[in-house]
């Protein structure tokens, strides 16, 4: 489901040039739970934005689904992610002008999904991360759990072959995250969906099938929890 080879990320500051990202190779096998640990600073959002294609690599090759991404334009790539991907933000991101409704719907109005029941597809959505009632509200009427749940039906709209999560429970109290967590990971399992999540959380980094911990920009651990059965492809950094 997802590639990469060789990708590297550096900036530049001045005379300096920073690698963010040393050369590394990673596979993700279809239907696998990945989870991205590691110290803040050590390249896991960097990683994640690369592999949505919201930045590019400074070197090396990213596949999703068998389909390069590096290289593409930047429409190329926001149809590529309307088709495969679903991102999940720390900040929610939703369109705050928008309804619940809405704001699940706006994947496939945008993928060109107007043939469709885009708004019963939401409806969908929302009853099963449990808001039925409450899409028809904007997201300043609902609680930051009411609102990641939102964006996580939002995430799923268009059927992604690969989901990315950065720090899903990051702004979110105990409980709720726990809330989350547990939505998403059925989410997933139900509709057979890939599953990339950058975390800081031990607990829900040992309910994935697999964890890369990444530090100063390498991948310095490939762990595969004995039940999943998948073996770990191309973890180890050059």
């Not at 719907?105 to 449990?130: I, K, M, Q, Y």
Request: charged fraction near 25%.
């Amino acid at each position: 489901m997802l590639k990469l080879s060789a990708v590297f990320k550096t900036l530049r500051s001045g005379d300096r040039v920073l690698e963010v990202l040393k050369p590394l190779d990673l596979d993700v096998p279809d239907g696998q739970v990945l989870a991205i640990v590691g110290p803040s600073g050590s390249g896991k959002s960097t990683l994640l934005g690369l592999i949505a294609g919201l930045d590019s690599p400074s070197g090396g090759s990213i596949a999703i689904d068998g389909e390069e991404i590096t290289g593409l334009s930047e429409d190329a790539l926001a149809l590529l992610r309307g088709r495969k991907v679903g991102i999940v933000f720390q900040s929610f991101n939703l369109i705050p002008n928008l309804t619940a409704e809405e704001n699940v719907s706006l994947p496939l109005e945008l993928r060109g999904d107007f043939g469709g029941d885009t708004a019963g597809r939401a409806r969908e959505l929302l009853a099963a991360v449990g808001l039925d009632e409450r899409r028809h509200h904007y997201p300043v009427q609902l609680s930051g759990g009411e609102q990641q749940r939102v964006a996580l039906a939002r995430a799923f709209a268009a059927h992604p072959a690969l989901l990315l999560a950065d720090e899903p429970t990051g702004n979110l109290d105990t409980a709720t995250g726990e809330t989350i967590v547990a939505l998403m990971l059925r989410l997933n399992r139900e509709l057979g969906t890939t599953l990339v999540m950058v975390t800081h959380d031990p607990d829900l980094a040992a309910r994935a099938d697999r964890t890369v911990t990444l530090r100063d920009g390498r991948i310095v651990q490939d762990d595969l929890r004995a039940t999943s059965g998948r073996a770990p492809q191309g973890g180890a950094a050059r």
